[in-house]
């Protein structure tokens, strides 16, 4: 079974993870979601860990698995390993999930904007608490370069 694949991209914050869930749940899908690779000091670079340890093997029709990152102490470290068993739609969730590198793979490519930066930035510091303000800011600067460099917005297929 080759699975379907969604990307659901945008600024942190801004309602991603609430749109790939939703999505899921109508699709029957598997939600993989980026924040299980990135880390504050390695936003984008980690793709290759889930091209290969997920994709390519799901769009081979086999299992991926992948190590996951832990958050629970405040500060990424890597935690248990998770198995994506085959699936008819896969939902990668997160900033850079519809990268210019996967565009042509994808079947559906979602954007979703959310409201301004001050108030992305203040649900995000909800979600990973006030500790993490200035890594979500510096963040917030780092995703606005890579999503003018990858025109990410762009290319979407539906925009939310």
Request: proline share 7%; aromatic share 8%; net charge negative.
């Amino acid at each position: 079974m080759t699975p379907r694949l969604i990307a659901v991209d945008g600024p942190s914050g801004a309602g991603k993870s609430t749109v790939a869930r939703a999505l899921a749940a109508e699709m029957g899908a598997v939600v993989v979601p980026t924040d299980h690779f990135a880390t504050w000091d390695d936003p984008v670079a980690w793709w290759p860990r889930l091209l290969d340890g997920v994709i390519e093997p799901l769009l081979r029709g086999e299992p991926g698995r992948y190590q996951r990152m832990d958050w629970s102490e405040g500060w990424p470290r890597l935690g248990g390993w998770v198995t994506v068993e085959p699936t008819g739609v896969l939902i990668v969730e997160g900033v850079s999930s519809a990268r210019r590198s996967i565009s042509p793979r994808l079947d559906l490519a979602v954007w979703v904007d959310g409201p301004d930066e001050a108030e992305r930035l203040e649900r995000a510091v909800a979600r990973d608490g006030e500790k993490h303000r200035a890594h979500l800011r510096r963040w917030q600067e780092f995703e606005r370069g890579w999503f003018a460099v990858d025109d990410t917005r762009a290319r979407a297929d539906r925009i939310l």
